[in-house]
């Protein structure tokens, strides 16, 4: 993610932020739908391109959704690119973070496209998934359960993009899939970021 | 306790297109429907019972009843069998001459195509049977028929590493008890399948979970917690049965959890510990027992006479780097015996002291008479390790009496390295979760291996990350190592293997055995089968569709003799997953 664009997420993140949580009590009385389109802002509802490294969040675990909020609002999850996500959990409680992750995880899954239709890049990615356990944790279909991400369908930008800060730390926020991750090498990362998306 | 996928199961790559969040089947009746939206509505569970005069209704299940489960051919009273859990029942009119008869008489499909681990329990002509999730069903054992179905629904943040699992549930009085995936024990009524209490045991934004099934004795319901790969402080709880209030907590993890400094494990092999430097880290960190781990996987064995309990604890988090908790990790890695009545420690023995390669104790303990090494007949614990051993213990002082190697072994106990140190078994096993079953008469135990090596990595220390995913350190599967499975038979008296079976799949489940001279179990292709108990001759299978993952039960009904067992794959091994449980009659 380049700087510019980090700022331009910022200054959104800055506009949005007041729109929508001018104060507790009045995000209270606003109906999660108007809460969640600050959210849309970013993370749109209709088809994400692959190549997005904003994460589609609709239809998302909800755990895993609350724990992220969680994370960005106690500098848990702290890596450069998570800066506009941290503006935006500030003023947010504990029960906002619920119920937006609530509310998130209850939306369809948007299309995710396009897909990798290079065979030979897929069949490395699946192997490289089985023999780093992947599904140990995001089980059947990649469809990940509660804390655990689905990791399924998902942009292949954001998911080469999220295991690399995972191996370099940046993003410290699970030190287990740091250490899981550090076993891919560059073209791993490809190969099971194209794997995931595809698998759909 | 971690997962990792086996390279063998290579094969079983999914390319499954997915649509929903949760794969259910096209069976789901408008009643089952109805029940789901009561259950999001938060009743929680609907009795789809009628009230007919022909349906199985369960008894009240006294503690008198259960005690008698080991001589008791009729029903399946616990997930184990018995309360010395050897998984050996007596029922025998399925024996090695009628087995060539044995016919599926039906199928149940429950709602959720995930892992089934859990062993039926069966009384009074009813079975309770669970799945991942939580979902339990109460099912007429005779046909099939579903008589209620309570499905959990899950706190908001639920940690749980190796697969959705559950073990099954435990009854006594008029209640079934569940353990959750978010450290819930909930009681509900075995006739209408109603909560009449739920208990909350645990944080799972700390990672703690529940996959064992609880134990039901004297009044108690026993249950361990787990989340070691999340730095939890684990335990084992006694809760009162008819109150859920809590009766006594066994922490795992000692306020002193340090032990003795040992230099090598349980069987004499060098742990290539730097003492010195752990000493130095004790004196500038403290005692980690408070995020030590020490989950508990499965049932804890009871010893009826002398009010003992025996479990094994699994290993200290997190798994792979020692440096941040430095000494033994007492009791990660362990047999350890409590007393009954007041949870107060008696003894132990820590198979893998400082464990760095998650080789931990999973399996259930098992009681058993066994021959001492004076050749006398004592009280005995037999327990099957990732490490692959299978070790008997005098269940007096829990000493270890012999141990015996059933899987191949390479460079075990070398220290992870930061380019991968190649290690055999790997933290699969070994024997992972798996029971074991005994057949007292001939003196055998049963174990199920997975026979597969790991490459263990360690990178960086971390410190306890709130209740994340902790694991100090990785690994990854090992393709240019060979994988299969074996079912073995060791003469528990001696020491010696009798007999293995060699299957193409590394093994996981578990093992029924019966007085009809038969064992049974099932493997990662579907395969379901029998075999004779004194040689392993296979002399039955049948095919399902699915992974068959888990332990089997068995039960009398007007005549018949049944066995039931669940194909719903495996999780941390990527068998196929299905969505039923296969009962057979002769």
Known sequence: MSQKFVLKIIAHSALLLLAGFAGAGVAQAQAIEQRAAVCKACHVAGTLPSTSVIPNIWGQSEGYTYIQLRDFKSGARNAPEDAAM??????????????????????????????????????????????????????????????????????????????????????????????????????????????????? | MWAQRSPTSMGLLRESRRSGNLVFTDRIQLGRSIAVCLVALGYGVTSLADDTATMARPGSLSQERLNSAAQNSTDFFVTHGNYAQTRYHPADRINTQTVKDLKLAWTFQVDLTESIQGAPIVYD????????????????????????????????????????????????????????????????????????WSKQL?????????????????????????????????????????????????????????????????????????????????????????TLGGSIWQNPAIDLANKRVYFVVGNPAPDIDGSVRPGDNLYTDSLVSVDLESGKYICHLQYIPHDIWDMDAVSPAVLTPVTDQAGKKIPGVLHAGKSGYLYVHDAKDC??????????????????????????????????????????????????????????????????????????????????????????????????????????????????????????????????????????????????????????????LDGKQYVVVGAGGNTQLDYKRGNKYYVFAY
């Open chain 1, 86 to 200: 941290r503006g935006f959990v500030a003023t947010m409680s504990d029960a906002d973070m619920l119920e937006i992750a609530k509310y998130a995880s209850t939306q369809p899954w948007p299309k995710v496209e396009p897909i990798s239709t290079d065979a030979a890049l897929l069949k490395k990615g699946a192997y490289a998934t089985a023999l780093g356990g992947c599904v140990g944790c995001h089980f059947n279909d990649w469809n990940g359960f509660s804390a655990n991400p689905r990791i399924g369908d998902q942009s292949t930008a954001y998911l080469a993009a999220t295991i690399r800060q995972f191996r370099s730390g940046s993003r410290a926020n699970s030190p287990g899939m740091s250490d899981l991750v550090r076993t891919f090498d560059e073209g791993d990362i490809e190969a099971v970021a194209a794997y995931l998306n595809a698998a759909q």
């Open chain 2, 125 to 196: 002509g009813v079975m309770y049977l669970t799945t991942s999730y939580n979902h339990l069903f109460a099912v007429d054992a005779k046909t099939g028929k579903e008589l209620w179905h309570y499905k959990h629904v899950m706190d908001p943040a639920v940690s749980v590493c190796c697969g959705p699992n559950n073990r099954g549930v435990a009854a006594l009085g008029d209640l079934v008890y569940m353990a959750t995936l978010d450290a819930k024990l909930v009681a509900l009524s075995a006739k209408t399948g109603a909560v009449v």
């Open chain 2, 202 to 290: 645990a944080d799972p934004l700390k990672g703690y979970s529940i996959t064992a099934a609880p134990t039901a004795v004297d009044g108690k319901i026993l249950i361990g917690l787990a989340g070691a790969e999340y730095g939890i402080r684990g335990a084992l709880k006694a809760l009162d049965a008819k109150s859920g209030a809590e009766v006594w907590t066994f922490h795992t993890t000692p306020a002193n959890s340090v032990g003795v400094w040992a230099t090598h494990d349980a069987t004499g092999l060098d742990l290539h510990r730097d003492i010195a430097a752990e000493k130095a880290a004790l004196a500038k960190r403290g005692d980690p027992y408070k």
């Open chain 2, 399 to 556: 000493s270890l009496i012999r141990s015996t190697g059933l899987v191949e072994a390479k460079n075990e106990r070398a220290l992870p390295t930061r380019e991968g140190v190649l290690i055999r078994p790997g933290l699969n096993g070994g024997v992972s979760v798996t029971p074991l079953a005994i057949d007292p008469k001939l003196g055998l135990a049963f174990a199920l291996t997975n026979e597969s090596a790991l490459k263990y990595y360690f990178f960086t220390s971390t410190e306890y990350p709130n209740g994340k995913l902790w694991l100090g350190g990785s690994f990854k599967g090992a393709p240019e190592e060979p994988t299969w499975g074996d079912i073995v038979a060791t003469d528990y008296n001696t020491g010696k293997i009798r007999w293995k079976v060699k299957k193409p799949l590394p093994m996981f489940g578990g093992i029924l055995a019966t007085a009809g001279g038969l064992i049974f179990t099932g493997e990662g292709s579907g395969e379901f089968g029998a075999y004779d108990s004194a040689t392993g001759k296979e002399l039955w299978s049948y095919k399902t569709d699915a992974g068959v993952n888990a332990p089997a039960s068995t039960y009398m």
